[in-house]
């Protein structure tokens, strides 16, 4: 019963911004990693941003400067602040929990949203 929800997306020109939400729910939040990560047609799943328990994070070198992940443990929210948005940003964007922050080794214990477009224009 764990579920997560996106919101934020949308069709903006090159240049502008977009600030995603990830509503989630179905378990205690405490000490675990948050991300987002997302996926252009033709291309593999990656991941873009990551937040753990201490609010340490870690960013793809593609959105370095541009990207912010943040959360809000009290609503049980995370949140990624895009800025200087690149048509090669254009995906759908996909919130992601995991309980023991082994994104790669245990895939097993990741749970996904269902997704929010992001398009981004010349």
């Known amino acids: 019963q764990v579920q997560l929800v996106e919101s934020g997306g949308g069709s903006v020109q090159a240049g502008g911004s977009l600030r995603l939400s990830c509503a989630a729910s179905?378990?205690?939040?405490?000490?675990?990693?948050m991300g987002w990560f997302r996926q252009a047609p033709g291309k593999e799943r990656e991941g873009v941003a990551f937040i753990d328990g201490d609010r340490s994070t870690t960013y793809a070198d593609s959105v370095k400067g541009r990207f912010t992940i943040s959360k809000d443990n009290a609503k049980n929210s995370l949140y990624l602040q895009m800025n200087s948005l690149k048509p090669e940003d254009s995906a759908m964007y996909y919130c992601?929990?995991?309980?023991?922050?082994?994104?790669?080794?245990?895939?097993?214990?990741?749970?996904w949203g269902q997704g929010t477009q992001v398009t981004v224009s010349l």
């Open positions: 992601a929990v995991h309980f023991q922050c082994m994104w790669s080794s245990r895939p097993d214990l990741r749970y």
């Open positions: 179905g378990y205690t939040y405490g000490r675990t990693c």
